[in-house]
């Protein structure tokens, strides 16, 4: 389960569509999620819901620690030290998208 402030990631993962640049990355997620047999659910929860991952994604350090005292940030740089698997097969794109819900249970608005 994710959950992300960011309806972006939601979409992709909904449509299984993404901008030319980002497919390499989804079709890697979705290879990992099919042979690991995983389940995974995207949801959306509004940056006023979470003000530590708004906080966090806007690279607001300060805000996130006042937020939670003792919160430990380690950054992270895309492309050091991470390979992205090869695609050696294609993968079978979900037959129907699932309706996202807020984590409350609620449909999403956005």
């Known amino acids: 389960m994710i959950y992300t402030n960011n309806s972006n990631t939601v979409d992709i993962f909904c449509s299984l569509q993404a901008l030319p640049a980002y497919n390499h990355?989804?079709?890697a997620a979705v290879d990992i999620i099919l042979a690991g047999n995983h389940n995974l659910h995207v949801l959306h929860?509004?940056?006023l819901d979470n003000q530590v991952a708004d906080a966090l994604s806007r690279s607001n350090f300060?805000?996130?620690?006042?937020?939670?005292?003792g919160l430990k940030i380690i950054t992270f740089?895309?492309?050091?030290?991470v390979q992205?698997?090869?695609v050696t097969s294609p993968f079978n794109p979900l037959d129907?998208?699932?309706v996202w819900k807020d984590y409350d249970g609620k449909p999403s608005s956005d």
């Open 25 to 27: 990355l989804l079709v």
């Open 45 to 47: 929860v509004s940056r």
């Open 62 to 69: 300060e805000l996130a620690l006042d937020l939670v005292p």
């Open 77 to 81: 740089e895309p492309g050091h030290g």
């Open 84 to 86: 992205i698997p090869k």
């Open 96 to 98: 129907e998208c699932l």
